[in-house]
């Protein structure tokens, strides 16, 4: 069974620090690592990544994938308040019945106070 | 047509009712993905679609759950016989195509969040 581990899952910190969010994965037929942020409802699509050692940007986040350890971290450098919410992590994987469905971490409930 | 839409977006329910909500995804998209999410917890797979066809179902997916699309546009998730341990946050998913950027962006609704009393 596909398994994603997230951590920590909370985080609190001050408006201006960097953080570093963390994600482990088992699963079949690694296809790809994906990160979402989580406001108040739905999931919103950040990341992709698929290859190891490639750095995906966005402004202030970044992301690397490791493959050979199984593993993803997510930073957020200069945080603002507007950061604070929960952090998913959801792999694509799986057999070849699997289909295309993705397997989520608890996610990382990120909290920046000013 | 601005995102996929669910309704409700909040619904009690006694235990033992049978609850029906509905998705109405992006116009054009064929895949269509049920997840189940309770508090604290990442989204859980429970259901997808490819036009009207049901290609996979979660174990998490009980014989009180079924799930539909008849036209290839809007789906039900129905519950029967609804228990304490359903309450949680269904979100639904659309995305156009199948290869993995299209999942990955796949667009979720803001979820009907059931309480079952």
């Known amino acids: 069974e596909d398994k994603v581990v997230q951590s920590p899952l909370s985080l609190v910190v001050h408006e201006g620090d960097t953080v570093t969010l963390n994600c482990s994965y088992e699963v079949t037929n690694f296809r790809s690592l994906l990160w979402y942020k989580q406001e108040k409802k739905a999931p919103t699509f950040l990341f992709m990544l698929?290859?190891?050692?490639i750095e995906k940007k966005s402004g202030r986040l970044s992301s690397i994938l490791d493959k050979k350890e199984l593993s993803s971290i997510l930073n957020i450098t200069a945080t603002q308040t507007g950061d604070s919410a929960i952090y998913l992590c959801?792999?694509?994987?799986?057999?070849?019945?699997?289909?295309?469905?993705?397997?989520f971490g608890e996610g990382t409930q990120l909290t920046v106070n000013p | 047509d601005t995102g996929v839409s669910q309704n409700p977006r909040h619904k009690i329910t006694k235990r033992g009712q049978n609850v029906t909500f509905r998705c109405d995804p992006i116009?054009?998209?064929?895949?269509l993905y049920w997840y189940r999410q309770t508090l604290g917890q990442g989204p859980e797979f429970l259901t997808y679609f490819q036009n009207e066809a049901q290609l996979e179902k979660s174990r998490l997916l009980s014989d009180r759950f079924s799930a539909e699309r008849p036209k290839g546009s809007f789906s039900t998730l129905e519950i029967q016989r609804t228990e304490q341990g359903d309450s949680a946050m269904y979100l639904c998913?659309?995305?156009?195509?199948?290869?993995?950027?299209?999942?990955?962006?796949?667009?979720f609704g803001q979820g009907t969040r059931l309480t079952v009393v």
């Open positions: 998913a659309s995305s156009l195509g199948w290869d993995t950027r299209a999942v990955a962006e796949a667009f």
């Open positions: 959801a792999v694509e994987g799986g057999g070849e019945t699997s289909g295309s469905r993705l397997t």
């Open positions: 698929t290859s190891s050692g």
């Open positions: 116009s054009e998209h064929n895949r």
